[in-house]
């Protein structure tokens, strides 16, 4: 099993920024990738960001691209992700995520392990 455990949302004003981290344990060397999703009221939890635990790859969702950033600290087991330039749409529940499928996902059901989320609010 994985455990995550996401920190870093809260309140922010449209245009400010945010970071989220999320801190990997357990059997962490049995995934391939991790990724951060959200989920805002009466949503689907869309991808934002996946990065492969070697670097390799990275994905971004489009609606992100330029304004996120992820990266991961191997020697600490933690996923970060960057978020600038936030506008109200963004607001939402942020979650990690660690898949053990090869090559780099984007879809929810190919991630096995989530954390609880943690709230992101841009107020405008």
């Known amino acids: 099993q994985v455990q995550l455990e996401e920190s870093g949302g809260g309140l922010v004003q449209a245009g400010g920024s945010l970071r989220l981290s999320c801190a990997a344990s357990?059997?962490?060397?049995?995934?391939?990738?991790m990724a951060w999703f959200r989920q805002a009221p009466g949503k689907e939890r869309e991808i934002v960001a996946a990065k492969t635990w070697s670097g390799g790859t990275t994905y971004y969702a489009e609606f992100v691209k330029g304004r996120f950033t992820i990266s991961r600290d191997n020697a600490k087991n933690t996923v970060n992700l960057q978020m600038n330039s936030l506008k109200p749409e963004d607001t939402a529940v942020y979650y990690c995520?660690?898949?053990?499928?090869?090559?780099?996902?984007?879809?929810?059901?190919?991630?096995?392990?989530w954390g609880q989320g943690t709230q992101v609010t841009v107020s405008s």
């Open positions: 995520a660690a898949t053990t499928a090869i090559p780099l996902r984007v879809g929810v059901r190919e991630y096995d392990f």
């Open positions: 357990g059997r962490t060397r049995s995934t391939y990738a």
